[in-house]
């Protein structure tokens, strides 16, 4: 079935390094593709979605780009900071039944 | 714009106890749906809702779950009896319609805890 896959954690960085999250998927169809944070103690907050293939998401220095050709959504940000300490989530939304799918999560820590 | 409201937001109870999760989506979203996340995991559907019909229910463990969105707005949640390995966040979620390009926007979470 539909499924996707994100890089393991945990990430440990120091601020202003840069931030790579590798995520592929698995989908029948052409699905739409999401980033999602979650910060301590909050709920989940979309971060950036990409609708169709070449499209590039965009959101507070982190960008995506669909890439139908290597089925992946890799999640990047030149310079982190703390702030940017989270759980990030890969997902997908199935363009049959617009189911929404994550992956596992990858936590990120930025060390000042 | 108010986002979407679930409560309570933190729940202990008993094993073989029951429990009830409410949840309020953004006003004029048809789509709602209701997520399990076990910690250190990433959130999984139990079910999604359209207006007051379920789309999908395939996930949700029907012996001791069961929701439901009588009108079409407000859902809610129960696990009756609950087991320890329920112990989880609920989250829910709306999106204006089922539409694939759609943003799925996310309550805080119900957090609960079985002992």
């Known amino acids: 079935g539909d499924s996707v896959t994100q890089m393991e954690g945990p990430v440990t960085l120091s601020e202003e390094a840069f931030l790579t999250i590798n995520c592929t998927y698995t989908a029948t169809g052409y699905p739409s593709l999401f980033w999602y944070v979650q910060y301590p103690g909050e709920g989940l907050q979309l971060l950036l979605k990409a609708t169709k293939a070449d499209d590039k998401g965009s959101n507070k220095g982190f960008e995506a780009t669909y890439r139908k050709e290597t089925t992946s959504f890799h999640l990047e940000k030149g310079s982190v900071q703390v702030s940017d300490s989270a759980v990030y989530f890969c997902a997908l939304v199935r363009s049959n039944d617009y189911k929404l799918s994550f992956g596992a999560g990858t936590t990120v820590t930025v060390r000042a | 714009e108010a986002g979407v409201a679930q409560s309570p937001r933190y729940k202990i109870i008993e094993k073989r106890q029951s429990v009830a999760f409410w949840c309020n989506p953004i006003?004029?979203?048809?789509?709602l749906y209701w997520y399990q996340q076990i910690l250190g995991q990433g959130p999984k559907l139990l079910i999604q809702?359209?207006?007051?019909?379920?789309?999908?229910d395939s996930q949700l463990p029907k012996d001791r779950f069961s929701a439901e969105r009588l009108k079409g707005v407000d859902s809610t949640l129960k696990i009756q009896p609950a087991k320890l390995e329920d112990s989880a966040v609920y989250l829910c979620a709306s999106s204006l319609d089922l539409n694939s390009g759609n943003t799925i926007y996310f309550g805080e979470g119900s957090w609960l805890t079985v002992v």
């Open positions: 809702f359209q207006n007051n019909g379920v789309v999908d």
């Open positions: 006003s004029g979203h048809a789509t």
